[in-house]
């Protein structure tokens, strides 16, 4: 797997697609979402890009789109839309899907109540998964990677219930202040159930990505932040994306460290889809703080 401490800078021209995953970003992270800035400003200078995947659990926690809506909406001052930290990633990504790069936004563990009018601000859009991707000749199947962990049973009930349209319903009709509280709630037993579990059972089921992968060429998602490249069948493969690690926060020098994927091409094709030179790969993407 290739390194850079800039996005692929050896081949720009040949970049179509970047695909990214497990960011966790908060206000309490301010290095990562400095590193999402980096990106940004990476693909910004990529001048074939076409689109930017993000593939589930941008955000830490996401309690509705209200809690950034709000500013506008209430008409709060203007140092306070200014200062608040998601208004240089919506300035940057509007900026991007001005260059012509389109911003496809999946919902993850973390964020599934992220909504369309948020994803607005930047013209990106939500898309549903599983979500197929053209790959030259192949067709990626593209998804955040909780639904295959099938084997952590109690999980896989919760999310169920967190992704029935009712349920959300609910939660976004109740006060932020009892959203923080539920969030909060809901995190700290995640914490200690994961705890308790063994490894392999937050990890995909194979059964379940061999069901995936049934009708596509190739499986890519995150959400298990073991970035790597599995043999899934005997001609497929399975791709992980890494979550974004502050690494060596006590040091001078920390980093943040992500293992992202890009569908690079040759510079002469018009569209980085049906190109039969058209190659997918994961690389890791570093950043000094």
């Given amino acids: 797997m290739q390194s850079f401490n800039h996005l692929i800078t050896t081949r720009p021209h040949q970049v179509r697609q970047v695909l990214i995953s497990d960011l966790h970003l908060s206000p309490q992270e301010p290095a990562l979402v400095q590193a999402f800035l980096a990106l940004l400003d990476d693909c910004l200078a990529l001048p074939a890009l076409k689109h930017l995947f993000i593939l589930g659990d941008w955000f830490e926690v996401w309690l509705g789109d209200d809690t950034y ?30 260059n012509g790069c389109e911003i496809l936004v999946m919902h993850g563990n973390r964020d599934f109540l992220l909504g369309q009018p948020f994803c607005n601000l930047f013209g990106g859009e939500l898309i549903n998964e599983p979500y197929t991707l053209p790959v030259g000749q192949q067709s990626y199947r593209l998804e955040h990677g909780d639904a295959l962990c099938t084997d952590d049973k109690k999980y896989q009930f919760f999310r169920k219930i967190m ?11 109740k006060s932020l202040e009892k959203r923080l509280a539920i969030a909060d709630n809901m995190r700290k037993k995640s914490q200690q159930n994961n705890a308790n579990k063994a490894a392999h059972i937050m990890d995909v089921n194979d059964k379940a990505v061999r069901q995936a992968i049934t009708t596509s060429d190739a499986l890519l998602h995150g959400h298990t932040h073991r970035p790597d490249i599995h043999q ?7 791709y992980v994306l890494g979550d974004w690690r502050l ?12 293992v992202i994927g890009a569908v690079t091409d040759d510079e002469h094709s018009n569209d980085g889809f049906s190109s039969s030179a058209a190659a997918f790969g994961l690389f890791e993407f570093t950043m000094f703080v």
């Fill in 232 to 238: 899934a069948t005997i001609d497929k493969k399975r």
């Fill in 69 to 98: 809506l709000s500013l506008l909406k209430e008409k709060r001052t203007e140092d306070e839309q200014i200062t608040h930290w998601l208004t240089p990633l919506i300035a940057k990504l509007k900026q991007l899907r001005i």
């Fill in 247 to 258: 690494l060596d926060k006590d040091t001078r020098q920390p980093k943040v460290s992500a």
């Fill in 163 to 173: 992704r029935n349209r009712l349920t959300q319903w609910y939660l976004l009709n």
